[in-house]
């Protein structure tokens, strides 16, 4: 029965899905419309009262003046545009590393290099500038290289911002990225006692983990991460026992052309070690990997295709009550199915460089994200710690020029279904196309984005799927 209310639709965004039209608008509410409906609706006729109780739900109408539920539906999915400054502080005590992975996007430098070691006075200034953050909630990651190469550097920042935040007070966390290979009991029982949360790379089975990653002088880099990601494991489980607040070890893929094949696999081997999630990330041309992408690049379409077959598995796992996610997934679905926001830095409007994140390189140079280190010469070079304060860091022209440039509305991507959920990496797209605002429909990330909402929207319309969706957008405790 047709209903007489106010049809006439307010701005909304579409995209046709195979047979049907999926519209979006800007609080993140989404529906599906066959065609005659859509129609129906673009033209503000009156529709089927269940089908017009489900638009006027979601928002699709024009309204006099926006309601407070409205209101804070669009203040929730946006809350990090009022965070108190960066709160990721990634740490590169060295660019020395013990592997020469294919895709190595750090040029990191051999294991016997000098020149390339954080010093403690410079561990020391750069712990004093992450402390000058206003914000309450502050992360801190070391990365490389490898890092446990500089061991000196982990252990005392470690300390030193323990020590620090006695008086600061802040909502301290303590992250190390590892490929595991130098560590012992010794520095296990300390990350562990100061509260510092394990990640390792872990590429998939035996055989593509250990042509992706080669360990120099040896030859078996997988032996030695998973043997360490079990021995993390045994002590995470004897610590909670006992009550300790610990996290759960994780690990990193980064997916070449030889990963392709191996969907099912490569999801096997992190159910083999009790992981609950992976981030099917795959590899950039950044770094290393711009000379050796003849032999591990890819289309996009490759990696979609590899993506939906290694989804489409773990969907049935969790049909058979085996948890298991695809995290790249849940971050979408998060903004799909929540009025939430992940707080992904690249998945966000503007996104994170400079207003959620730093990096602070072995020398003391500040950049506003990991990316921004990656890219050859100092285009995205902020500061320098002991020398840069934060006031001046983060009103630096480059944090600036990167807001703008990832503002969705300043880009084509305005007028994409997609956007209430995306986000971009103008970083990346300098280092690929030589400009920051390159978001086009070529472009490769862009089309790898496009592709995987395609697939999630496709898998949504199904009743079963979307219940197991729904618990991927749930966010659990490490």
């Known amino acids: 029965m ?16 195979k047979n049907k039209y999926l519209l979006t608008n800007d609080v993140g509410d989404f529906v599906f419309l066959p065609e005659k409906e859509f129609k129906n609706f673009t033209e503000g006729k009156a529709g089927e009262e269940k089908k017009f109780q489900e638009l006027d739900g979601k928002n699709f109408f024009r309204t006099d003046a926006p309601s407070q539920r409205l209101i804070g539906k669009y203040r929730s999915r946006n809350f990090f545009l009022n965070e108190r400054g960066p709160s990721l502080h990634i740490i590169v005590v060295t660019l020395r590393c013990n592997h020469q992975c294919l895709y190595c996007q ?53 300390e030193y911002a323990l020590q620090k935040n006695k008086k600061a007070r802040k909502n301290l966390q303590l992250k190390l990225v590892s490929n595991f290979t130098l560590m012992d009991k010794e520095k296990m029982k300390f990350l562990f006692d100061k509260g510092v949360s394990f990640c390792t790379s872990l590429d998939g089975p035996r055989h593509i983990h250990n042509k992706n990653r080669i360990f120099l002088g040896r030859d078996n880099s997988y032996e030695k991460a998973t043997y360490w990601i079990k021995k993390i494991y045994q002590e995470y489980n004897g610590r909670k026992r006992k009550g300790k607040n610990v996290f759960k070890p994780q690990a990193l893929i980064t997916l070449t052309r030889h990963s392709f094949a191996y969907p099912k696999e490569i999801v ?55 948890y298991f996610r695809e995290s790249g997934a849940s971050i979408k679905l998060i903004k799909i199915l929540t009025d939430q926001d992940p707080n992904f830095f690249e998945n966000r409007s503007p996104c994170g460089a400079g207003l959620g994140q730093m990096l602070y390189n072995y020398d003391g140079a500040i950049y506003p994200c990991d990316e921004g280190r990656m890219v050859a010469g100092e285009h995205f070079r902020i500061g320098q710690a002991g020398k840069s304060k934060y006031r001046e860091i983060i009103n630096h022209s480059t944090v600036k020029t990167l807001c703008l440039t990832s503002c969705l509305e300043n880009t084509v991507c305005d007028i994409c279904a997609y956007k209430p959920y995306c986000g971009v990496c103008p970083v990346l797209n300098f280092a690929l196309y030589g400009n920051p605002f390159c978001q086009t429909p070529d472009n490769v990330n862009c089309k790898i984005n496009q592709g995987i909402f395609n697939y999630l929207f496709e898998r949504l319309e199904n009743k079963k799927i979307a219940e197991i969706f729904k618990s991927w957008a749930v966010r659990r405790t490490p």
């Not at 047709?2 to 899905?17: E, H, M, Q």
């Not at 040029?107 to 309450?136: C, H, Q, W, Y």
């Open 268 to 322: 096997d081997e992190y159910l083999k070690w009790k992981f609950e999630s992976i981030y099917l990330a795959q590899a950039n041309f950044l770094g290393m990997a711009q000379s050796t992408w003849s032999r591990i690049g890819f289309q996009p379409a490759e990696y979609l295709k590899f993506y939906r077959k290694a989804v489409d598995y773990m969907i049935k796992l969790n049909m058979r009550g085996i």
């Open 106 to 158: 750090t040029s990191s430098r051999g294991p016997e290099e000098k020149g390339f070691d954080m010093s403690l006075e410079t561990a020391k200034k750069t712990v004093d500038l992450i402390f000058s953050s206003p914000n309450p909630n502050i992360a801190i990651e070391f990365q490389g290289g490898e890092p446990l190469i500089n061991w000196p550097a982990v252990k005392f920042i470690a």
């Open 2 to 17: 047709a209903v007489k209310k106010n049809n006439i639709p307010g701005f909304f965004r579409f995209k046709k899905l």
